[in-house]
């Protein structure tokens, strides 16, 4: 069975950085899916904040984050992550990474239901 373990989460001040990483644990590595990172603040709906493809490719983010995030994916050690620089208090949330068995692996996929599998998420706080 496959699970996500994400990390790296924390308080930080306007204008800082974090990384956080998602460790894929399970028969199948991180290869054979297409991984994403969402976000949630109390009272809101879940909020996309990046994607890479299943090959590893293809990215994209969402227009809050362009520009001050990057994500990346090492197969070779089943790990996703998510480098965040300039935050800012508008991006605290608990961030949560995602994984879907991608048939097409060119393909990006963009919306929560797209992904089966979830991690239990990390608490990042961007304090002014």
């Known amino acids: 069975q496959v699970q996500l373990v994400e990390s790296g989460g924390g308080l930080v001040r306007t204008g800082g950085s974090l990384t956080l990483s998602c460790a894929l644990s399970?028969?199948?590595?991180?290869?054979?899916?297409?991984m994403a990172w969402f976000r949630q603040t109390p009272g809101k709906e879940r909020e996309f904040v990046a994607v890479?493809?299943?090959?590893?490719?293809?990215?994209d983010y969402s227009r809050s984050v362009k520009g001050r995030f990057t994500v990346s994916k090492d197969d070779a050690k089943s790990v996703f992550t998510l480098q965040m620089k300039e935050l800012q208090p508008d991006d605290t949330a608990i961030y949560y990474c995602?994984?879907?068995?991608?048939?097409?692996?060119?393909?990006?996929?963009?919306?929560?239901?797209?992904?089966?599998?979830w991690g239990q998420g990390t608490q990042v706080t961007v304090a002014s």
């Open positions: 890479v493809s299943r090959n590893g490719v293809l990215t």
């Open positions: 399970g028969e199948r590595p991180s290869g054979n899916f297409a």
């Open positions: 995602a994984a879907s068995p991608a048939i097409n692996a060119g393909r990006l996929y963009l919306n929560g239901p797209d992904y089966n599998i």
